[in-house]
Structure formats: structure tokens, C-alpha cells
């Protein structure tokens, strides 16, 4: 069973910067793509940054620039870093890990930017 538990979220004021992490429960390589997705309210869910297993990155136009993913393959973590937040940034961010065309989630974790 696959368990991916996210952390790192809060409130920031804009241009602020957070940095998310996703444990996972299962090496990381075991997954084709790990990224992050964001749902802000009355929205559908996006693709914020991808990584896979080679490491190639992906990065949704809204925040190319801001943000970086990045991976430690020890820790099974992957990471979002976000800088000069802006309050349409706010969601909750959920982790996810594709494989053999399965996607898992995490819980989500709520990020919010506003002064």
C-alpha cells in the first residue's frame, strides 16, 4: 500500500516563500512521475510540478519561475519549493505518484497567502 503524507503548508504573506514535503511510504523510484497538485476553493484540482523517475521536471505556467521540485531519494521525500507567493497560490496541495497508470494521493495540506 502506497501512503504519501504531506507537510510544510501554513499561512504566508505574499511574497513569502513555503516549502512542501511528501513522504513516501514506498521508494520513489517506484513511481513513474511525483508531483504536486493544487485545488483552491470552487476550482478543479491542477498540476502545480511534476517530477519522474529520471528526473526530468514539469512545471504549470503560474508558477514556472517561483517554484522549484526537487527530490531526495533516501528520505523517499520529493519537494515544492514556492517562492514569491501570491494570494491566487492559495489551495490545499495535494502530493501525488503515478504508476502503471494508478495515482495516489496524499491528505493535502493547506497553503494559504494573504497579509
Request: aromatic share 10%; hydrophobic share 30%; proline share 3%.
Amino acid at each position: 500500500q502506497v501512503q504519501l503524507v504531506e507537510s510544510g503548508g501554513g499561512l504566508v504573506q505574499p511574497g513569502g516563500s513555503l516549502r512542501l514535503s511528501c513522504a513516501a511510504s514506498k521508494t520513489i523510484f517506484t513511481f513513474e512521475d511525483m508531483g504536486w497538485y493544487r485545488q483552491a476553493a470552487a476550482k478543479e484540482r491542477e498540476l502545480v510540478a511534476q517530477i519522474s523517475n529520471t528526473g526530468r521536471t514539469t512545471y504549470a505556467d503560474p508558477v514556472k519561475g517561483r517554484s522549484t521540485i526537487s527530490r531526495d531519494i533516501f528520505e523517499k521525500t520529493v519537494y515544492l519549493q514556492m517562492n514569491s507567493l501570491k494570494p491566487e497560490d492559495t489551495a490545499v496541495y495535494y502530493c501525488n505518484a503515478k504508476k502503471n497508470g494508478d495515482d495516489y494521493w496524499g491528505q493535502g495540506t493547506q497553503v494559504t497567502v494573504s497579509s
